[in-house]
């Protein structure tokens, strides 16, 4: 369209020149080019204007921080202080005449850092004080980490600098070699040039000025540390050894398992180990977590594939300590993020473990009982090894912690990371409530049920051991498996009324509403059960009625609010503007339908049964873990969109000296290591 090959037209020197040669649909282009230039640069000053107050807010931060510090040793005196450690920590005792302490008192306050505190009976004499030097580390550590943030925050913007100006140039050459048109040069020195992102001179001020402060006071000087703390690692690694490990890992598990599956489909075993169901069971409970793990990985790889932030959105939560100065604060820092090839490592052992296990009980390889109990202590081994070298100590930290959290729903702010991990626990319902089952098997039956025989192995040939099926099922104790089944909602629940007390926003309390129909329901169905299942009769209505409405709610709330499905002005029916998965449309109306379907997965326990009963619990809980697999996908699209939306790329870490006051605890390597 825009060609004119072999065109004599005389070269311009300006671009209004050039565009008196050009024919209405070369002008369209120009005119699409300016349209562009506008709005790059009105982002790109936006950004700037943000860049600068942020930077501005962290200059006198700091500022504060080097008071802060001198008040500190102002308070000190250099005679008749004693510095007394105890279990790591350092207090400063001293005695000072009334005079000088309210002096040094009022000048310490009069900085906001609240860290001068008495101890004792005070006289007209003397006083003795306390102060804790933990509050300048925390604002100290709390304040490194804001420059690290606000630097690649500069980062970004600096590379949307850098990335526009070269899709400029290669518009304009792509013209050029179309055209034979002279317009590279021309409209690049007219137009783009004296653009402020072309320059980018004050964001380039800001940057090398972080690095100055960053090396001056976080690295005692040393630029080439700060340096390496300031970027990311660029390099791209290719984690072979990674990947073969995990290949020889779930290749040996496919052996085992087929094994074990071969023995355990043999008459013969069936017939001579009574515990052959019990240890079926037990297996089905601990292989739905390892299998969810596995699947998680799958998340990871389809989210880096798709350029999903997933680094970012998992990237903060915070642990509160309703003590003086005790406030946990860490962060996925990306320096140090597994990379999704390095995350398979330890679920494909794991279930490399689990997969032998079950083959050696169902091959009576020794006591068949024994064998789960190995794997537990495998499994707790390989997760809380505290060397540093051993399968990605921080990210195994990070997860566990992440985890203990939960325990403590409602005592702290909540972020992304806290309720996507109690989402995937809600979806593991099945294990949860039946750790009872396996507790109780254990405790009744072994070592050993009867006095004779071998104490390990005897109760795996004991016909006794069925009894299980009634001393621990739960039609007789279904007041326990429904209090562990609930947890996970009831966590939920905590964090959302937790958020809408921090928020006020009605939807939090709506969220809080899902769960809490989750909590009826599950009542419902296991007092249904502990009645003897009738198809008929009150617990069969009521159990019915809660689980439907249950089951709507959930629906509603999945593709409404966290798939942010249903859009208007949406390409595709029933989704939503922008989309992710653009390559695979008919896996959005798949995942709709599937999760309708999943989420009343509760119709197969209506049928009677025996054996069959369990056999269905065992694949209801299946569908369950692979429906929220499904759901992890379109989450974080949902949640990487809304971040677009809102250009959210670096966390805003909150300023010790004017927010309100939240203290943080680094990682080992951002410990106090002078400069300040």
């Known amino acids: 369209m825009l060609s004119v090959a072999g065109s004599t037209m005389a070269p311009s020197s300006s671009l209004s020149q050039l565009l008196q040669q050009l024919s209405p649909a070369q002008r369209k282009f120009f005119k699409l080019l300016d349209t562009d230039l506008e709005r790059v640069e009105s982002f790109f000053l936006e950004r700037e204007k943000e860049a600068e107050e942020r930077h501005d807010k962290l ?23 004693r510095v007394l450690s105890k279990r790591g920590r350092f207090i400063h005792v001293y005695e000072r005449n009334s005079t000088d302490l309210r002096a040094a008192k009022s000048s310490f306050v009069s900085g906001r850092s609240g860290c001068f505190t008495t101890v004792g009976k005070q006289t007209s004499e003397s006083t003795k004080v306390t102060l804790d030097p933990r509050e300048y580390q925390v604002a100290k550590k709390k304040l490194k980490k804001a420059v690290v943030e606000h630097y690649r925050g500069l980062e970004v913007l600096n590379n949307y600098r850098v990335l526009n100006l070269v899709g400029f140039r290669k518009a304009l050459k792509k013209f050029e070699k179309v055209t034979k048109l002279p317009a590279l040069t021309i409209y690049m020195s007219e137009k783009v040039e004296p653009s402020a992102f072309s320059s980018g001179a004050r964001v380039g001020n800001m940057i090398r000025e972080m690095e100055d402060i960053y090396a001056a006071r976080f690295a005692r000087g040393d630029r080439r540390t700060a340096m390496k703390r300031l970027r990311l690692d660029s390099r791209v690694k290719s984690h ?17 398992l087929s094994a074990g599956i071969y023995q355990c489909s043999l008459q013969h075993t069936r017939e001579t180990l009574p515990s052959w169901s019990v240890l079926l069971y037990i297996y089905a409970i601990f292989g739905m977590p390892v299998l969810l793990a596995l699947l998680v990985g799958v998340n990871i790889n389809v989210w ?36 999704p090839r390095q995350y398979f490592e330890i679920p494909s052992l794991i279930t490399c473990a689990l997969a032998f296990a079950f083959w050696l009980s169902f091959s009576r390889f020794g006591p068949p009982m024994l064998w789960p109990l190995v794997w537990l202590a495998v499994v707790l081994v390989l997760l809380l090894n505290p060397l540093p070298r051993f399968m990605s100590r921080s990210s195994r ?7 203990a959290k939960l325990f403590l729903s409602g005592a702290f702010p909540v972020d992304f990371t806290s309720f996507w991990f109690g989402d995937q626990l809600c979806s593991l319902t099945f294990t949860l409530e039946n750790l009872y089952f396996f507790s109780c098997v254990y405790a009744n039956y072994f070592p050993k049920i009867s006095g004779g025989g071998d104490a390990v192995s005897s109760p795996a040939y004991d016909p006794r051991i069925q009894d299980a099926w009634v001393t621990c099922a739960t039609s007789r104790n279904w007041g326990i498996h429904y209090f562990i089944a609930i947890l996970p909602y009831l966590m939920r629940l905590v964090q959302c009324v937790r958020r809408y007390r921090d928020t006020k926003f009605l939807g939090n309390l709506l969220n809080a509403g899902k769960y809490g129909s989750g909590m009826v329901s599950l009542l419902c169905y296991h007092y249904w059960i502990y009645s003897g299942t009738p198809r008929q009769g009150s617990s069969f209505v009521f159990f019915c009625f809660t689980e439907s409405l249950s089951s709507l709610y959930a629906c509603a709330w999945d593709l409404i609010v966290d798939w942010s499905l249903f859009r208007s002005h949406a390409h595709y029916p029933l ?33 009677p049964g025996g054996f069959s009963f369990v056999l269905r619990s065992v694949i209801a809980g299946l569908l369950e873990l692979l429906r929220r697999v499904q759901w992890n996908f379109y989450r974080l699209e949902s949640e990487h969109l809304g971040n677009m939306d809102q250009y959210r790329v670096t ?25 300040m």
């Open 575 to 607: 989704l939503r503007p922008d989309l992710i998965y653009t390559s695979q449309i008919a896996s959005y109306y798949f995942a709709i339908i599937t999760n309708i379907l999943v989420r009343f997965i509760w119709v197969i326990y209506i049928p």
């Open 240 to 256: 072979y050894m990674s990947v073969f490990r995990s290949g020889t890992y779930l290749g040996l598990a496919v052996a085992a």
């Open 397 to 403: 930290w990070w997860t566990i912690r992440n985890l």
């Open 651 to 675: 966390r805003e870490v909150p300023l010790p000296y004017t927010l309100e006051y939240l203290p943080d605890m680094s990682d080992d390597d951002d410990d106090d290591d002078g400069g």
């Open 59 to 81: 200059r006198e931060q700091l500022d504060e921080l080097v008071a802060h510090r001198q008040r500190i040793y102002d308070i000190l005196p250099s005679s008749n202080s």
């Open 304 to 339: 880096a594939h798709e350029r999903i932030n997933y680094p970012f959105i998992f990237g903060t939560f915070s642990i509160i300590h309703r003590m003086r100065l005790s406030l946990w604060f860490a962060e996925l820092d990306l320096r140090t993020k597994m990379d």
